[in-house]
């Protein structure tokens, strides 16, 4: 399948939810989403040893990893370490506006030295096989016209990298926090659409704001994919229809608990393996989204964390959803 058929439909990277268990979550919910880890630092990777970051099931698959940094060294080590672990996509983060990732020379900031974005994705995918592709904004600061996304895409295009997911805002890098500048800077749909116009050779995924299969439809008319972020986390069930809507597969009935007790059955075998009840139960909470009992689905997950056991709550847990 091509890199723009298979992203039609992608989960953003998001920090302190997309990990493993989210996506295996997801993985659940949909077949054919493309899922992507959070972002993970290449200082990370190469100095602080922490490959638990790197870990994700096979079920995940396709399944891409977000690199975060800018010495074209250690990125391109990281998207060797990151092949080698079966990653099916690299993908350059120059998108995330927090301070403390300005202050290491990475993330939207990035969009002001273009040539050098441009060094760095092409020599990564001329030391990888799989997919390279770059995650960004709009512009940064007061660079809001369309002329300086198309003159960074442009020179990136350049280099060979052809994968681009836009973020359709600004990024504001002094004085809006990263959660604000997921709301405040406006929305520009129509700058990501003129984009794939003048490019269209490029896959152009379309990220910001998206919170429906039909407003994921009508985009879809306008660019090669669409990336939904905090709608499909708060919503894991937005995506339940994505398969047969989205890609022609056959319609396949999927009910709450049915995906529940699945996910249950994963989280009581990877705390065998030690990792933490309280991160992979706080992902279900979104799965009551719209039930009657949603609050008291969610208190019931809290008493679980708390208590630090499933089996004898599992069957509350499981009443307490809708169907």
Do not use: W
């Not at 997950?301 to 499933?310: F, H, K, S, W």
Request: with cysteine; charged share 25%.
């Amino acid at each position: 399948m091509s890199f723009a058929k298979e992203h039609k439909v992608c989960i953003a990277p998001m920090m302190q939810y997309t990990d493993m268990h989210d996506r295996y979550l997801l993985r659940l919910i949909s077949k054919k989403v493309y899922l992507y880890t959070e972002m993970v630092t290449t200082g990370a990777i190469l100095f602080g040893k922490c490959f638990h970051q790197l870990e994700y099931n096979p079920q995940e698959h396709p399944v891409a990893v977000q690199l975060g940094g800018s010495d074209i060294k250690d990125l391109v080590e990281c998207a060797k370490i990151s092949e080698d672990y079966g990653y099916d996509e690299i993908n350059l983060n120059v998108g995330c506006p927090s301070d403390r990732v300005q202050k290491g020379r990475f993330g939207a900031c990035l969009m002001l030295e273009p040539n050098h974005v441009a060094d760095c994705l092409s020599s990564m995918q001329d030391n990888v096989s799989i997919p390279v592709s770059i995650k960004c904004r709009l512009g940064v600061d007061d660079h809001v016209d369309y002329e300086f996304l198309y003159n960074f895409v442009n020179i990136i295009q350049e280099s060979g990298i052809n994968n681009f997911v836009i973020h359709a805002r600004n990024g504001i890098l002094k004085g809006l926090s990263p959660r604000q500048n997921r709301h405040i800077p406006p929305l520009k749909y129509d700058y990501v659409y003129n984009l794939k116009k003048d490019f269209p050779n490029l896959n152009i995924i379309i990220n910001g704001g998206i919170k429906s299969i039909d407003e994921t439809k009508q985009h879809l008319e306008h660019v090669d994919g669409v990336m939904i972020g905090r709608a499909a986390y708060e919503n894991p069930f937005l995506i339940k229809d994505i398969d047969s809507e989205i890609y022609g597969l056959e319609y396949i009935k999927k009910s709450k608990k049915i995906i529940l007790n699945q996910y249950l059955d994963y989280v009581e075998e990877k705390i065998t393996e030690g990792h933490e009840i309280s991160r992979m139960m706080k992902h279900l909470f979104g799965l009551s989204r719209g039930d009657k009992f949603a609050k008291t689905f969610r208190l019931k997950i809290l008493e679980i964390i708390r208590l630090g056991e499933i089996k004898s709550q599992r069957k509350d847990l499981e009443d307490l959803l809708f169907y």
